[in-house]
């Protein structure tokens, strides 16, 4: 059971806290599915390598577990930008849903005041911010697998 605090109650927003429970689930969700790459990648390697090899020699096979090193520092940098770039979608997020929070919890007041137009600008625009982090995030996403 999830306990919080009063003063983290006082403190803390509701957007960042639904991002950061929907990002911990999914990545206990991930868990599952990349466990399994212990125990598959060595037994794949290997037998791919003398499979690989007895088909077109070990001297290609060698030069194509090369290249697979070489690769594997810009594939390291691309989970690195891919992090970043994660956790900046995540910031702008919180920033939009706390104003979608601020808008239903004072709505009375814009409504009243006539301020309902701006602060749809607002949230339109930080939806705007949110959705570049996004395509950014997809872009290297892609060039990485």
């Known amino acids: 059971m999830l306990r919080i605090s009063a003063h983290a109650k006082q403190t803390g927003d509701t957007g960042r806290v639904m991002n ?35 088909l077109v020699g070990y001297l290609s096979v060698m030069a194509s577990y090369g290249a697979l090193v070489i690769l594997v520092p810009v ?7 891919l992090d970043a770039l994660r956790k900046a979608t995540l910031l702008r997020s919180d920033a939009r849903v706390k104003a979608g929070t601020e808008f239903f919890q004072t709505i009375k007041s814009l409504k009243l005041y006539g301020l309902v137009e701006s602060f749809r600008n607002e949230c339109e625009e930080l939806r705007k911010v949110e959705l570049e982090a996004i395509r950014q995030y997809q872009f290297l996403k892609a060039i990485q697998t």
């Open 20 to 54: 950061l429970l929907s990002t911990d689930a999914n990545r206990l969700q991930d868990v599952g599915y990349f466990l399994h790459f212990l125990w598959q990648l060595p037994l794949l390697l290997i037998s791919t390598f003398f499979l690989v090899a007895k």
């Open 75 to 81: 594939s390291i940098f691309l989970a690195r930008r």
